[in-house]
C-alpha cells in the first residue's frame, strides 16, 4: 500500500488522554467486545445510499472508507485491533437513515463515517448525539452545522465556502452581473441556494429569476423557458448530480447555450454523463478536490483507488478516505476511546489530506476553502489552465 497523507496531530490535553486509555466503561452504542479497552474489533459504520438516484454518492464513499481501513488494517489495525466496516443503505431516505441510526447504537458501532445526503444525515443527528457516537458526514449543508452537535463534523467544507468561491470567480473576476438560479426544495438544494444568494447579496445583485424545483422532478421546460427570457450569462445550479445533468440537457435543448456553475455535484462523471460532455462543456465548478491529478498525495491515492476498484476516484471517494483517516488516527491516539472522549479526540486531530489542511472547529467543520474548476472535454481542469 502506500502512505499518504501525512498526519500531524497535535497532542491532547493529559486529562482526556488517560481518560481515553483507562476507560472502564463503555459510552452508549459500545458493545463489550468494542471500544476503549476491549480486544475485539472495532465496529465502524459505513451509511449511506446504496440504491436510489443517490447510490453512486454513497459507494463511492463507501469505497474511499474501505480503501483507507484496509490500508490499517494490513498494517496491523488500530493499536493491534482490527477494524471493522460495515455500510448500511439509508436509501437516500431520512427515516430509513433515523432507523439506521438506531440500530448502529444497538448493535455497538462507536463510530459513523456518512452520510453524503445532508437530508439524512441532519435526520439520523439527534439519534447519534444521544447515543454519543461521533458521525464524519460528507454533506455540506450549513442545516448540519446549525445543529450543534459535539458528535458531528464535516469531512468537507459547508456550501458557505462553496458558493463564496463560486461568487468570487463569477462575479469578482469574470465580472457577471447577469445570474439565473435554479435549485431544488431538498436540504442539498436549499443550503446551496441560501448561501450562493447570500453571496450575491454581499455583492449587491439579485438573480434575474430564482427558480426551485423538487427532488424527484423531471421535466423543467416551464422553469426553464422563464430562466431564457432572462436572457442570463451563467445560471447557478442548486442539485445533487443526476438532476443537474437533466436540467443541463433540458437546457441545451431549449436552445439556452450559457453556462452552468455550480459546486460539488457538477464536478463528478454522474453529472457530466447524465448532461452530456458536450452539454457540460464549460461548467464552472467549486470544489475542494477538482482532480486526480492535483498533487502527488491525489495521485498516490488515485493509483491505489483505481488498483482496488478498477475505476477513477473523484471527490466523494477522497472525502471518504479522509475522513476515514481522521477517524482512525483519533482512534490510535485515544487508545481506541469511545462516545465523548472520541468526539474530542477527532476535534484534535490536524490533518494534511487530500481536500487541504483539516482543523476542526466548534462547529465540525474542518476545511474552509475551495478552488474554481471548468469542465473541459468532460473533465475539470483548474480555472486559468
Not at 448561501?195 to 439579485?206: P, W
Amino acid at each position: 500500500m502506500f502512505n499518504i497523507p501525512r498526519l500531524r496531530v497535535t497532542a491532547l490535553t493529559a486529562g482526556v488522554l488517560a481518560a481515553g486509555l483507562t476507560a472502564a466503561c463503555g459510552a452508549p452504542g459500545e458493545s463489550k467486545d468494542s471500544g476503549s479497552g476491549g480486544s475485539g474489533p472495532i465496529k465502524i459504520a459505513v451509511v449511506d445510499a446504496q440504491s436510489g438516484q443517490l447510490s453512486s454518492l454513497g459507494k463511492w464513499e463507501h469505497k474511499g472508507a474501505k480503501l483507507a481501513v484496509d490500508e490499517w488494517n494490513a498494517k496491523g489495525g488500530v493499536n493491534g485491533r482490527k477494524i471493522q466496516l460495515d455500510v448500511f443503505d439509508d436509501q437516500g431516505d431520512p427515516t430509513v437513515g433515523t432507523n439506521l441510526a438506531r440500530k448502529i447504537d444497538s448493535q455497538g458501532y462507536i463510530a459513523m463515517l456518512g452520510t453524503a445526503e445532508s437530508a439524512v444525515t441532519i435526520a439520523m443527528a439527534p439519534s447519534l448525539r444521544q447515543a454519543e457516537i461521533p458521525n464524519i458526514a460528507s454533506g455540506q449543508s450549513p442545516g448540519m452545522v446549525a445543529l450543534k452537535s459535539p458528535f458531528l463534523f464535516l469531512n468537507g467544507p459547508t456550501s458557505t465556502t462553496y458558493d463564496e468561491t463560486l461568487a468570487e470567480y463569477v462575479v469578482d473576476q469574470k465580472k457577471m452581473k447577469k445570474i439565473a438560479m435554479i435549485s431544488n426544495n431538498g436540504s442539498y438544494g436549499k443550503g446551496e441556494h441560501d448561501a450562493f444568494l447570500k453571496a450575491l447579496g454581499d455583492r449587491g445583485l439579485k438573480p434575474v429569476t430564482d427558480q426551485v424545483v423538487t427532488t424527484d422532478q423531471k421535466d423543467f421546460s416551464a422553469q426553464l423557458t422563464k430562466i431564457r427570457q432572462r436572457s442570463p450569462e451563467v445560471i447557478f445550479l442548486g442539485a445533487e448530480e443526476v438532476e443537474s445533468g437533466l436540467i443541463v440537457k433540458q437546457a441545451r435543448d431549449l436552445g439556452i447555450t450559457v453556462p452552468f456553475a455550480g459546486a460539488a455535484p457538477q464536478g463528478t462523471p454522474v453529472y457530466r454523463d447524465t448532461a452530456g460532455v458536450k452539454n457540460a462543456e464549460g461548467t464552472i465548478v467549486s470544489s475542494p478536490y477538482l482532480s486526480n491529478d492535483v498533487s502527488e498525495a491525489s495521485k498516490r491515492f488515485a493509483a491505489a483507488y483505481k488498483a482496488a476498484y478498477g475505476e477513477d476516484a473523484e471527490l466523494h471517494g477522497a472525502k471518504a478516505y479522509d475522513g476515514a483517516q481522521i477517524l482512525l488516527t483519533a482512534l490510535k491516539n485515544s487508545g481506541v476511546a469511545t462516545g465523548r472522549k472520541l468526539a474530542d479526540a477527532i476535534r484534535a486531530v490536524r490533518y494534511q489530506g487530500l481536500l487541504g489542511d483539516f482543523a476542526y472547529d466548534g462547529t465540525g467543520v474542518g476545511i474552509k476553502a475551495t478552488t474554481i474548476g471548468i469542465m473541459k472535454n468532460g473533465t475539470v481542469v483548474e480555472a486559468g489552465t
